[in-house]
């Protein structure tokens, strides 16, 4: 598989993931955050819902993979999932200053913790699906062996 492939899939497990996660903050908070619908405002189509969760699935599954195959071999580790943190954290940034409407309080806090792990773990797998399946990957058995311990043990 390519590096972009790589990358598709690891955004496509990353933004099901932080679905689930939006889902358990809605669940939580009795609908009062309403993740996607700030999507659909940002997009220009306030109140539609399903436009916002279409726009964040296709941009978490293909536009910010493109970017983090673009960008990661300028990112600072030469670990990909920690890469993908540091875009998951960036891209968090971004979506709390402007997802966040007019929440505030203990509720803020509660947004801020749930989103904050759910982009983590979208970084986190976009980087790991793209280290497995991408051409770049190395596979263990062509990694030198460390002195002392021997892979095949059990």
Do not use: C, K
Not at 99 to 121: K, M, N, W
Request: charged share 15%; hydrophobic share 50%; aromatic share 12%.
């Amino acid at each position: 598989m390519n590096r972009i492939a790589g990358g598709i899939l690891g955004g496509a497990t990353g933004i099901s993931v932080m679905s689930l996660l939006f889902l358990m903050l809605e669940v939580e908070t009795r609908e009062q955050i309403r993740a996607f619908d700030a999507v659909a405002r940002y997009v220009g189509m306030p109140g539609n819902t399903f436009i916002g969760f279409v726009v964040f699935a296709f941009v978490g599954t293909v536009i910010w993979p493109l970017l983090f195959v673009a960008i990661e071999p300028s990112l600072p580790f030469d670990d990909p999932p920690s890469n993908g943190m540091i875009l998951g954290t960036a891209l968090w940034i971004a979506f709390f200053v402007l997802g966040r409407g007019d929440i505030s309080g203990p509720l803020l806090a509660v947004f801020a913790g749930f989103t904050i792990a759910a982009h983590l773990a979208y970084g986190f797998l976009l980087g790991a699906f793209y280290q497995r399946f991408g051409d770049t990957a190395e596979s263990t058995a062509d990694r030198p062996r460390e002195q002392g311990v021997d892979r095949n043990a059990p």
